[in-house]
């Protein structure tokens, strides 16, 4: 199982950015796949969540209706789509799946559950 996370960058408050998350080694389709951030001195948090099949999805309190997670299981690529950026939003993201675990507010929170994990790319926010 492998993920790798891309497409972070330097960004403006009130900019956007889209984290492509490149997925090999398991079928994408059927487990849930989710973002998560950690900011410096912070825990890792979780940000948004999409279940299997892509029949949920769950975010964090402090990007709904800013953020938006999806996937392409032909490319094998999940997206965030981060809209209205702040500085808050300043972390190094990270895509994990797990094969147990289903997306929900439990697979957000419990990350340290989480059992792969790819690389981060760093997303900074200039206020």
């Known amino acids: 199982v492998q993920l790798q996370a891309s497409g972070g960058g330097l960004v403006q408050f009130g900019g956007s950015l889209t984290l492509s998350c490149r997925t090999s080694g398991f079928n994408l389709n059927h487990y849930p796949i989710g973002w998560f951030r950690q900011a410096p001195g912070k825990e890792r948090e979780g940000v948004s969540c999409?279940?299997?099949?892509?029949?949920?999805?769950y975010y964090a309190d402090s990007v709904k209706g800013r953020f938006t997670i999806s996937r392409d299981n032909a490319k094998n690529v999940v997206y965030l789509q981060m809209n209205n950026l702040k500085p808050e939003d300043t972390a190094v993201y990270y895509c994990a799946t797990d094969f147990e675990t289903p997306c929900s507010t439990s697979f957000l929170r419990y990350y340290h559950r989480v059992d792969y994990w790819g690389k981060g790319t760093q997303v900074t926010v200039s206020s």
């Open positions: 999409l279940s299997s099949s892509d029949r949920s999805t």
